[in-house]
């Protein structure tokens, strides 16, 4: 092994500053996106137990927050998968 301990640090750290140097990976709008549906699923099953327990005859209301749950949900699944998908690119897109 040629070279000292001093040298092999140096270019560790110039490794280490070119991997940091790098664009940060578009994240944070998915997992924001899906955090954000989340809580609407949260408010919207609040509601639906609400009607359930009050209002059960109410079919419209009961469909109605049925459609926005299953549409908050896939909203879910979606950015969750741009995050994925994102996180297992590893910069490579």
Known sequence: ?????????????ARL???S???PLPIEKHIVSAALAAE???A????MLLVLQHAPRDAAMVDRLQDDI???WSDIYDH????????ECEGQA
């Open 1 to 13: 092994m040629s070279g000292t301990v001093h040298e092999f640090a140096a270019g560790q750290q």
């Open 44 to 47: 919207l099953a609040a509601q």
């Open 80 to 87: 969750h998968g741009a995050y994925r998908a994102v996180i």
């Open 17 to 19: 500053s070119a991997q």
């Open 70 to 72: 299953i549409a908050a």
């Open 21 to 23: 140097q790098s664009p």
């Open 40 to 42: 609407r699923v949260r």
